[in-house]
């Protein structure tokens, strides 16, 4: 498709409950990025995928999250056990290149921890 | 990646050119300024990149000053569609992961 497309828009989970977002990548691009969002702007990178390899996993709290990109399928983002604190907008962008300029981003899961 | 510092609010009115300016002092010499728009309830979008002096687009304009420490996102004569935050982010062209700072949020009135 010619947008990133993300699902759910929202979800909302009990903590320590498990929660697991989706992400279909623009076709054609082969670059997938995750993001977290929290109040008042704040961004913060998770990880990246080159294809189905993982690019960049420097954000990621690896304890409780975890994320795959595997052929033919959506890229997806789980966290186990949520906390309170995980309740933010995960945005998905992909990129043909990864370049600063070209990487579009999918609406968002806005997830909320109860 | 280079730190910027942006106004956290601005408040404009339909017509007027607003200017929005970025700084960031630790800017390293193969460092490219992109700036990047975000609507209530959306993700990012890309508005323009450049290295220095003027680059014009369709939506914006960036100004570059020589030393590059800093750098000014114009938008001429905004609407009410304008409203919204505007990221500066500062980093090689081909920077893999984007550093968003807190942004400008831009409220554009009639």
């Known amino acids: 498709g010619e947008e990133v497309a993300q699902t759910p828009k929202h979800l909302v989970r009990g903590e320590g409950q498990k929660a697991k977002l989706y992400c279909a990548p623009i076709k054609g691009h082969s670059y997938v990025f995750w993001y977290q969002q929290v109040l008042k702007n704040e961004f913060k990178f998770l990880i990246s995928f080159q294809n189905e390899n993982v690019f960049d996993e420097t954000g990621m709290p690896k304890e409780r999250f975890s994320a795959k990109c595997l052929p033919n399928s959506p890229c997806s983002l789980e966290i186990q056990a949520t906390k309170l604190e995980d309740s933010a907008v995960y945005f998905c962008?992909?990129?043909?290149?990864?370049?600063?300029?070209?990487?579009?981003f999918g609406p968002g899961t806005r997830l909320t921890v109860t | 990646l280079a730190k910027t510092t942006q106004p956290i609010s601005m408040d404009s009115y339909e017509g007027q050119e607003v200017n929005i300016t970025c700084s960031h002092n630790?800017?390293?010499?193969?460092?490219?300024i992109t700036w990047y728009q975000q609507f209530p309830s959306q993700g990012p979008r890309f508005i323009i990149q450049?290295?220095?002096t003027k680059v014009t687009n369709e939506v914006a304009s960036l100004f570059i000053p020589a030393d590059r420490k800093s750098s000014t996102l114009s938008l001429p004569r905004v609407s009410l569609s304008d409203t919204a935050v505007y990221y500066c982010?500062?980093?090689?062209?081909?920077?893999?992961?984007?550093?968003f700072g807190t942004g400008t949020r831009l409220l554009v009135s009639p």
């Open positions: 630790n800017i390293a010499t193969n460092d490219y």
């Open positions: 982010l500062v980093g090689l062209a081909g920077f893999q992961k984007l550093v």
């Open positions: 962008a992909s990129s043909q290149s990864g370049q600063a300029y070209e990487q579009y």
């Open positions: 450049g290295y220095k």
